[in-house]
């Protein structure tokens, strides 16, 4: 069975930085781009971040210069590195690999001084 498990959301002070995980399992998870999204207070949920099969990236502008999507194909893992983070950050992170429909259970990021 397919999934994807995130983790590494914690209470950080602004300025912080924090580092995502997604733990992919149940499919050849180097043939798949992986994205991820947040769910804020005020928002619906939002994409934050993609990177392709081939290592192509993109972000969302909010995020753009502080983020920086990754992913090791040999530990079926991709990483979310969050860094200059603010209180709008705050939300439940979730990794989702849109061509197979996945998504994880989501991980809790909360910047709060």
């Known amino acids: 069975q397919a999934q994807l498990q995130e983790s590494g959301g914690d209470l950080v002070q602004p300025g912080g930085s924090l580092k995502l995980s997604c733990v992919a399992s149940?499919?050849?998870?180097?043939?798949?781009?992986v994205t991820w999204y947040r769910q804020t207070p005020r928002k619906r949920r939002e994409w934050v971040a993609t990177i392709t099969r081939a290592d192509l990236t993109n972000y969302a502008d909010p995020v753009r210069g502080r983020f920086a999507v990754s992913r090791d194909n040999t530990k079926n893992t991709a990483y979310l590195q969050m860094n200059t983070l603010n209180s709008d950050d705050t939300g439940v992170y979730y990794c989702?690999?849109?061509?197979?429909?996945?998504w994880g259970q989501g991980t809790q990021v909360t910047v709060s001084s």
């Open positions: 149940g499919y050849p998870f180097d043939s798949y781009d």
């Open positions: 989702h690999v849109p061509a197979r429909g996945l």
